[in-house]
């Protein structure tokens, strides 16, 4: 059962346009939503993160948008750069467990 | 990642052969994670300690694997029997704040 679903495997973008990622939730426990950021042979570094009670938290070129009604975040990137190229995990928690999506593999073209 | 050191970073082992996988945090936070990321899949969650608790072993594959964090630090994951199928990146973290882990670099695990 895949609580947090990612349903784009991959994504490419030109350079200087918009980025975005896409995530859906079925679980309604959960409260707080996380972006990771995967190069590879590294570990997931964090992101950008928001909270049920809001629905949208920026920062920098990264923004993060909730519908709680549509069980669905995004993370826009904006202007996308080459060194945004990885791939991007979603997770929620609704107590101190991550559940993670399976991932986006975003490629920027230059 | 400096916080969380895993080593080896890389291990080939034959099928049936035990493995040890070894993570080291930095002191100072009661929680850790283990989980596996296998080719083309996202995270999957395989054992977390908190402090003194019971560690939740609910995302452990099967009896095959076992984990221990000795005096609240040290965790080693250990596989007996390994399978082809156990070939995967197995990536450790502490938790900082509520939902937000840091993760170590990872040992990429490959079973002949």
């Known amino acids: 059962d895949q609580q947090v679903k990612q349903n784009s495997p991959s994504l490419s973008v030109q350079e200087g346009r918009i980025s975005i990622l896409n995530c859906d939730y079925t679980n309604s426990m959960f409260d707080y939503f996380l972006w990771y950021k995967k190069y590879p042979a590294e570990g997931p570094t964090f992101l950008i993160s928001i909270s049920s009670i809001k629905d949208k938290n920026e920062d920098g070129r990264f923004t993060v948008f909730l519908n709680k009604s549509a069980k669905h975040l995004s993370l826009h990137i904006v202007p996308s750069q080459p060194g945004d190229s990885a791939v991007y995990f979603c997770?929620?928690?609704?107590?101190?467990?991550?559940?993670f999506g399976t991932g986006t593999r975003l490629t920027i073209i230059p | 990642g400096a916080g969380v050191s895993q080593s080896p970073s890389n291990k080939v082992t034959e099928k049936g052969k035990d493995v040890e996988l070894r993570c080291d945090p930095i002191?100072?936070?009661?929680?850790l994670y283990w989980y596996r990321q296998s080719l083309g899949q996202g995270l999957e969650f395989l054992i977390y300690f908190q402090g003194n608790s019971a560690p939740d072993k609910s995302g452990l594959p099967s009896d095959r694997f076992s984990a221990e964090r000795t005096g609240g630090s040290v965790s080693t994951l250990t596989i007996q029997r390994t399978q082809q199928e156990d070939s995967a990146v197995y990536l450790c973290?502490?938790?900082?704040?509520?939902?937000?882990?840091?993760f170590g670099p990872g040992t990429r695990l490959t079973v002949l």
């Open positions: 973290a502490i938790l900082l704040l509520y939902g937000e882990q840091f």
């Open positions: 002191s100072g936070h009661t929680a």
């Open positions: 997770a929620a928690t609704g107590n101190e467990k991550l559940t």
